[in-house]
C-alpha cells in the first residue's frame, strides 16, 4: 500500500489535523495529514484528493522530501511539501479538526507515535 502525506505551508504555518475518536491509528490525536493513494491515481492526484477531503484545501503539491516503511502494516508513505493559498480549512474525512500551527511547533502538538513514523528528513525539517 502506497499512502502520501502533505507538509502544507500556509504564510510560514503548517496544517495540522485530528483523527476522529475511534479505535484507528492516531484516532484523536495531532498529526500532519496524508492518506491513500486509490489505484490509478498518481502520488499528486491522490494528495490533492486527500487534503480536499479531509481540509476542504485545495493545494499545490510540490518537491518530494522523503518516504517511510511500515513493515507490519506493508505501506510506505511518501511525503511531500506543499503550499496553499487559502487558509480557511473545514475538517472533513476522517479529520474531527484541523488546524494552522507554526513550523517550530508541530513537533510539540503532533502525537509522538506519528512522530515515530516520520523519516530522518522530516524530522529535521521540523527540528
Keep these: 500500500m502506497i499512502a502520501v502525506v502533505g507538509i502544507?505551508?500556509?504564510?510560514?504555518?503548517?496544517?495540522v489535523g485530528k483523527?476522529?475518536?475511534?479505535?484507528?491509528?492516531?484516532?484523536?490525536?495531532?498529526?500532519?495529514?496524508?492518506?491513500?493513494?486509490?489505484?490509478?491515481?498518481?502520488?499528486?492526484?491522490?494528495?490533492?484528493?486527500?487534503?480536499?477531503?479531509?481540509?476542504?484545501?485545495?493545494?499545490?503539491?510540490?518537491?518530494?522530501?522523503?518516504e517511510f516503511y511500515e513493515p507490519v502494516a506493508d505501506m510506505r508513505a511518501k511525503w511531500f511539501l506543499c503550499s496553499c493559498d487559502d487558509d480557511k480549512l473545514k475538517p472533513g474525512g476522517d479529520l474531527a479538526d484541523a488546524k494552522w500551527v507554526d513550523k517550530k511547533d508541530a513537533m510539540e502538538i503532533c502525537d509522538k507515535d506519528a512522530i515515530a513514523r516520520w523519516p530522518r528528513k522530516i524530522k529535521r525539517f521540523f527540528g
Excluded: Q, Y
Excluded at 8 to 15: A, D, F, S
Excluded at 19 to 35: D, E, M, Y
Design 8 to 15: 502544507v505551508e500556509n504564510n510560514g504555518r503548517i496544517l
Design 19 to 66: 483523527k476522529v475518536s475511534g479505535n484507528s491509528f492516531l484516532a484523536g490525536k495531532w498529526h500532519i495529514p496524508g492518506g491513500k493513494v486509490l489505484p490509478g491515481e498518481t502520488d499528486e492526484i491522490a494528495l490533492k484528493r486527500e487534503m480536499k477531503e479531509e481540509c476542504g484545501i485545495d493545494v499545490s503539491v510540490g518537491r518530494f522530501l522523503d
